[in-house]
């Protein structure tokens, strides 16, 4: 099994910027994709960002140029960078990995973007 601890939500102004931290509890070299989803109330989880272990990345349409994702793989910790954060991005963000056919995840952190 994959532990998955994520944290860096809160509460920001539209414009602002966040970094959410997703650690693993083994080494991520051993997972073949991470990334992170999110969900507001009344919404369906979406896929935000996911990274390879080779770091081939890919990104939704609605942040693509706003949010960054990265690895760090001595730390087993995967990143979020979220720069220019708008209202629409307010959600509870939550750390996935993916192994052969089985799907790991996080309890999710809380990200509140004020207008």
């Known amino acids: 099994q994959v532990q998955l601890v994520e944290s860096g939500g809160g509460l920001v102004q539209a414009g602002g910027s966040l970094r959410l931290s997703c650690a693993a509890s083994?080494?991520?070299?051993?997972?073949?994709?991470m990334g992170w989803y999110r969900q507001a109330p009344g919404k369906q989880r979406e896929l935000v960002a996911a990274i390879t272990s080779g770091g081939r990345t890919n990104y939704a349409a609605s942040v693509k140029g706003r949010f960054t994702i990265s690895r760090d793989n001595a730390k087993n910790t995967m990143y979020l960078q979220m720069n220019s954060l708008k209202p629409e991005d307010t959600a509870v963000y939550y750390c996935?990995?993916?192994?052969?056919?089985?799907?790991?995840w996080g309890q999710g952190t809380q990200v509140t973007v004020s207008s």
């Open positions: 083994t080494s991520i070299f051993s997972l073949n994709a």
């Open positions: 996935n990995a993916r192994v052969a056919v089985f799907d790991y």
